[in-house]
């Protein structure tokens, strides 16, 4: 028999501690809760929140999961860095967009954000 009170827990890593940051920021960014992030990805919450404490790291099928759900490169959640593509890849009315962005208070962008994610999705749908 195991002694559960002698268990170890398996130790994180500081690359599993950075992704688990970058993923909950960006599902906070969202507005997203762990269960909704989770079943977009096919996890439970709870796996989730090990991804996001550096306890469980995900596996390469949830990592694209998780960079499609997120709006997210995989290179910025395993570095912290964009590719260098998506960095300059900025048209003038995306920066303009960007600017105007950052002049709404923090706690309103998350409503601003739905809008213009409907807003694409209607435009996707369209074709």
């Known amino acids: 028999m195991t002694d559960t009170s002698t268990r170890q827990r398996r130790p994180r890593t500081e690359l599993a501690a950075d992704v688990g940051t970058r993923i909950k920021l960006k599902r906070e960014m969202l507005g997203l809760s762990t269960g909704e992030l989770g079943r977009s990805i096919g996890v439970t919450a709870n ?3 090990q991804y996001e404490t ?3 790291v995900p596996k390469q099928e949830r990592l694209d999961a998780l ?3 997120l709006g997210t ?4 959640l395993l570095t912290g860095h964009e590719p260098e593509q998506l960095a300059y890849a900025q048209t003038r009315l995306e920066l303009d967009l960007l600017a ?3 002049e709404i208070p923090a706690e309103q962008r998350p409503v601003v954000l739905a809008a213009v994610k409907r807003v ?4 996707r749908r369209k074709g």
Do not use: D
């Open 47 to 49: 796996a989730v929140t």
């Open 100 to 102: 105007l962005i950052r």
């Open 54 to 56: 550096g306890r469980a």
């Open 73 to 76: 490169s995989t290179e910025w």
């Open 67 to 69: 960079v499609t759900a």
């Open 120 to 123: 694409a999705e209607a435009a």
